[in-house]
């Protein structure tokens, strides 16, 4: 799906596709509050989940690495940031879940998203001409002098814009969608396991749902640290301290029964949980230019899917048929280690 949303992005306005998509949602929402059999359950999932691509990553990034260039990486940081920061309403949710009852608050959930999608698609602009600015807001009124205004950006190369074909020839765009798989396996099988790893080596459930709760704060910390490094330098040597940081708490992770080892897994897993989401869109647009930005965001995101469709079912499989998850985390190592020496000789587009 998203492959399809990147594409579409870059050939219809992103206004009709957040606004077509929060209908949708918002349609999926109030059909699950009605809900009375399994098949109106299934048929409204199909329908978020359709929706939902619209109004997630893809598009809001491919926009902002159309409008920013000095500032580019803060931008993404505080934009994924605000991704991350919306796990921390899961506590509202199931208070209102408990008040009201699922019904209630599922109608909710679609009048906010209808509300929320129709204000963004109504202020969003695809490109700055459409406003008549030039990136950064700089001028592109050829009766002011415009100089003063480039002068912060202009040591920076810019990449030319490439097409599909010719970006699916280059082993950049490779190597950036393994690196962004192996992210990807290690992020939602740490994701969907820890509370469940953490019981199993003896943690109590509390304590396991503490571990969780403070992997997702530090997330947002290191998605908006990401963005700021990504402004100061070469998205290769941010990427490669990522995938170092995933690499070494997944390392601590299957000797996580110590509680300084946990302690060690929280706060390097925690800070790089997230970062490569910040850096892909950065690191897409500096080597292929914006033309195209959505499509390939797109085919970079979908292709990177392979990574969290297989995560937990291999800890699932690995769980029972060793009685435990040690071999899972072993395994997302070598995956992360991989790609580390991969991002190192990677040459720049040219």
């Given at each position: 799906m998203d492959a399809i949303i990147g594409f579409l992005s870059d050939r219809i306005s992103v206004r009709w596709i957040i606004l077509g998509s929060s209908i949708l949602v918002s349609l999926g929402w109030f059909i699950l509050?009605?809900?009375?059999?399994?098949?109106?359950?299934?048929?409204?999932?199909?329908?978020?989940?359709?929706?939902?691509?619209?109004?997630?990553?893809?598009?809001?990034?491919?926009?902002?690495?159309?409008?920013?260039?000095?500032?580019?990486?803060?931008?993404?940081?505080?934009?994924?940031?605000?991704f991350a920061a919306g796990g921390l309403a899961?506590?509202?949710?199931?208070?209102?879940?408990?008040?009201?009852?699922?019904?209630t608050a599922f109608f909710s959930f679609g009048v906010t998203v209808l509300i929320l999608g129709g204000v963004a698609a109504y202020f969003v602009r695809d490109w700055p001409k459409?406003?008549?600015?030039?990136?950064?807001?700089?001028?592109?009124?050829?009766?002011?002098?415009?100089?003063?205004?480039?002068?912060p950006v202009a040591s920076e190369k810019i990449a030319p814009d490439y097409t599909i074909r010719q970006?699916?020839?280059?082993?950049?765009?490779?190597?950036?969608?393994?690196?962004?798989?192996?992210?990807?396996?290690?992020?939602?099988?740490?994701?969907?396991?820890?509370?469940?790893?953490?019981?199993?080596?003896?943690?109590?459930?509390?304590?396991?749902?503490?571990?969780?709760?403070?992997?997702?704060?530090?997330?947002?910390?290191?998605?908006?640290?990401?963005?700021?490094?990504?402004?100061?330098?070469?998205?290769?040597?941010?990427?490669?301290?990522l995938l170092i940081?995933?690499?070494?708490?997944?390392?601590?992770?299957?000797?996580?029964?110590?509680?300084?080892?946990?302690?060690?897994?929280?706060?390097?897993?925690?800070?790089?949980?997230?970062?490569?989401?910040?850096?892909?869109?950065?690191?897409?647009?500096?080597?292929?230019?914006t033309s195209r930005i959505g499509s390939l965001l797109g085919l970079c995101v979908g292709l990177s899917q392979v990574g969290s469709m297989t995560s937990p079912i291999f800890g699932g499989w690995i769980f029972d048929t060793t009685g435990n998850f040690s071999l899972a985390w072993v395994v997302t190592s070598v995956l992360l280690l991989l790609g580390i020496p991969l991002v190192a000789t990677m040459k720049p587009v040219r």
């Open positions: 509050s009605r809900v009375n059999s399994l098949g109106i359950f299934y048929l409204s999932f199909i329908i978020i989940c359709t929706g939902a691509g619209g109004i997630g990553s893809v598009v809001f990034l491919t926009v902002l690495a159309r409008w920013f260039h000095k500032s580019v990486g803060l931008v993404m940081g505080l934009t994924t940031a605000g899961v506590p509202g949710i199931v208070y209102l879940l408990d008040v009201v009852g699922f019904r459409d406003v008549g600015t030039g990136p950064d807001g700089i001028s592109i009124d050829p009766s002011e002098d415009i100089l003063e205004q480039i002068k970006v699916l020839t280059k082993p950049a765009f490779w190597v950036i969608t393994y690196a962004s798989a192996a992210n990807s396996f290690s992020m939602t099988g740490v994701s969907t396991y820890i509370m469940p790893h953490l019981e199993h080596i003896g943690y109590a459930r509390n304590v396991a749902s503490l571990v969780a709760m403070a992997l997702a704060l530090l997330s947002i910390f290191g998605r908006l640290t990401t963005g700021w490094m990504l402004d100061k330098i070469a998205f290769r040597v941010v990427l490669i301290i940081g995933q690499l070494t708490g997944s390392i601590f992770l299957a000797y996580s029964n110590m509680l300084f080892v946990l302690i060690l897994f929280i706060i390097s897993f925690g800070v790089t949980r997230g970062g490569i989401m910040t850096l892909r869109p950065v690191a897409l647009r500096k080597s292929f230019g």
